[in-house]
């Protein structure tokens, strides 16, 4: 088990990387953060929970919603039926790229961890209106956080709201080739407020333990969602996690890991621990550089690969 001095000492090295990094600024809300910040939290199955820096900070998940989204309307509607609308092969693309919806056919998104397979996950979420499926979907990260007070940033979901042209386009894509059925605007309310959830990285943290458990939470003893979503969740983590540097990662670090333009990480390593980690300057494709190089120091230091 890590001590708090180790991971301090972990933070430390990797901070100075956040001077080759940028934050988000394409949703003007994220342009806020503060580049230097850098914090990380350990989640062991008995409830351990060990920090470095500072970890009461809130963060949104932009893409690391995708997973939870992804595990829920598993969970609801079965695989058959996602995997009716979305595939399962990585692009090799930015996150945000139209390119390959006009080069495969059916045009169906080519995984759920792209904006466009994330888009058409969303709009699996059942319900009558926003609200409703907001709320179910929240209930579901109160469940799996063990914390009912997490909610979402109405500045960093407004701000995306109004500037979200790019996935506007995606969804209209989407609309036309009959993937989704409904308003775009009602989608991408719902779409922009499930990516400003905020929690801390000890919440992520926990998040990460329940996948690395396939599904169980060893702390409240409660199965939180079945076995196969899990596994399916943490294969998508590994192939499509870091976006296009997905490869990368799983020689470098291996670890099962879905990353957020706020800076956010989320990684879970099986049947052993659960990492959330916050660092707001991204390289080029949109990954924490300080908290890849974290990973990497944690990773290489006590062998987390799961290869
Ligand atoms: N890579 C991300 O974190 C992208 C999420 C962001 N909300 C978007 O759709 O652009």
Known sequence: MYTAIELQRFVEQAKPYAKYGKVANYIPALSKANPDDLSIAIYYPDGTVVCAGDTEKNVTLQSISKIITLAFVLMNRGEKAVFHK????PTGDPFNSIAKLEEVQPAKPLNPMINA??????????????????HQLLTFVHSLTGNAAITYSKEVAQSEFETAFLNRSLCYFLKQHGIIDEDVEQLMDLYTKQCAIEMTCIDLARIGLVFAMDGFDPITKQRIMPPHVARICKTFMVTCGMYNASGEFAIKIGIPAKSGVSGGILAAVPGRLGIGIFGPALDEKGNSITGMKLLELLSKTYSLSIF
């Open 86 to 89: 979305v595939g399962m092969e």
């Open 117 to 134: 397979g994330a888009l058409a996950v969303t709009h699996m979420i059942d319900g009558t209106t926003v609200t409703k499926r907001f």
